[in-house]
C-alpha cells in the first residue's frame, strides 16, 4: 500500500507564548515541553489545550517534526509513522487508534524507536486493546490538563486578545463567558472572529459588535 502524506498547517496562533498557565502544573509542563528528552503523555477533555500544545511543540522544535491528528485518520496509511527517528512526533487524540490493529502495531513500532515523542488523549488510561502497547504507555510520564474555572478562562481570554494585540474590554469576556459555548476553543475562535470583524467595521470589539456576530452565526447555523 503506497504511503500517504498529511497535508498539515499548524495553527499560527498555537504557540507556548500564547498558552496561558492557569498553574504552576502547567507551567512546568510548558517547561517539560520546551526540553523534551523523553515521550510525554498530555491528557484532559476537549477545549482543555491539548492540540495547542502539541502544534506549539512543533512551532518551538529545531528538529524535522510531524503532527497527527489521530481523528482525522480515514484515508491514510499506517506507515507514515514509519522512519521518524529524526522528528519530533506529536501524535493528537490517540484513543482513536483502539482496535485498529493495523495502527497499534504501527504505534507499538514507533514507542520502540521514539524518544521525542508527545501523545495525547482525552483519558488517563488510554483504552487501546493491545496489551503492550497499552504497558509502554503506562510507564510514560503523564499530565492531565484540567479544565478551567470561571476567573482562570477569564484570565486566558484576556491572555489570548493581549497576545493578537486586541483591545477587547473585561465586560465583553464577561458577556462571551455567559453567552456562548464554554469551550475554550470556541471562545478563542470567537475572538478571531471578532478581531476580524472589528477590523472590517472599523470599530472597536464591544458587547454590541459581539452580540451581533452571535446573532449571525447562530441564525446561519439553524438555517443551514
Given at each position: 500500500?503506497k504511503q500517504?502524506?498529511?497535508?498539515?498547517s499548524?495553527?499560527?496562533?498555537?504557540?507556548?507564548?500564547?498558552?496561558?498557565?492557569?498553574?504552576p502544573?502547567?507551567t512546568?509542563?510548558v517547561n517539560?515541553l520546551r526540553?523534551l528528552?523523553?515521550?510525554?503523555i498530555i491528557?484532559g477533555?476537549?477545549g482543555?489545550?491539548?492540540t495547542?500544545?502539541?502544534?506549539?511543540?512543533?512551532?518551538?522544535t529545531?528538529?524535522n517534526?510531524f503532527?497527527?491528528?489521530c481523528?482525522n485518520?480515514?484515508?491514510t496509511?499506517?506507515?507514515?509513522?514509519?522512519?521518524?527517528d529524526?522528528?519530533?512526533?506529536c501524535?493528537?487524540?490517540?484513543?482513536?487508534?483502539?482496535?485498529n490493529?493495523k495502527w497499534?502495531e504501527?504505534?507499538?513500532?514507533l514507542l520502540l524507536?521514539?524518544?521525542?515523542l508527545?501523545?495525547?488523549t482525552s483519558?488517563?488510561?488510554?483504552?487501546?486493546?493491545?496489551?503492550?502497547v497499552t504497558s509502554?504507555?503506562?510507564?510514560?510520564?503523564?499530565f492531565?490538563?484540567?479544565?478551567?474555572?470561571?476567573?482562570?478562562?477569564?484570565?486566558?481570554?484576556q491572555h489570548?486578545?493581549q497576545k493578537k494585540?486586541?483591545p477587547?474590554a473585561?465586560?465583553?469576556?464577561?458577556?462571551?463567558?455567559k453567552?456562548l459555548?464554554?469551550?475554550n476553543q470556541?471562545?478563542f475562535?470567537?475572538?478571531?472572529?471578532?478581531?476580524?470583524e472589528?477590523?472590517?467595521e472599523?470599530r472597536?470589539p464591544?458587547?454590541?459588535?459581539?452580540?451581533?456576530?452571535w446573532e449571525?452565526t447562530?441564525s446561519?447555523?439553524?438555517?443551514?
Open positions: 500500500m500517504l502524506h498529511l497535508p498539515i499548524l495553527e499560527p496562533n498555537a504557540t507556548y507564548n500564547n498558552y496561558f498557565c492557569a498553574t502544573y502547567a512546568k509542563l517539560q526540553s528528552t523523553a515521550p510525554i491528557s477533555e476537549k482543555t489545550g491539548k495547542h500544545l502539541l502544534q506549539a511543540s512543533c512551532h518551538h529545531k528538529r517534526w503532527y497527527l491528528n481523528a485518520i480515514a484515508s496509511c499506517p506507515s507514515i509513522l514509519e522512519n521518524l529524526s522528528h519530533l512526533v501524535i493528537d487524540n490517540v484513543e482513536f487508534l483502539n482496535k490493529k497499534e504501527a504505534l507499538f513500532k524507536t521514539s524518544s521525542q508527545i501523545l495525547s483519558s488517563a488510561q488510554i483504552p487501546l486493546h493491545r496489551a503492550d509502554r504507555l503506562s510507564a510514560i510520564m503523564t492531565k490538563l484540567p479544565n478551567l474555572n470561571d476567573q482562570e478562562q477569564h484570565k486566558a481570554l489570548r486578545a494585540g486586541i477587547i473585561p465586560e465583553v469576556f464577561t458577556w462571551m463567558q453567552n459555548p464554554r469551550n470556541c471562545l475562535d470567537f475572538i478571531d472572529t471578532l478581531e476580524i472589528s477590523s472590517r472599523k472597536k464591544s458587547i454590541m459588535l459581539a452580540k451581533k456576530i449571525a447562530t446561519t447555523e439553524k438555517t443551514g
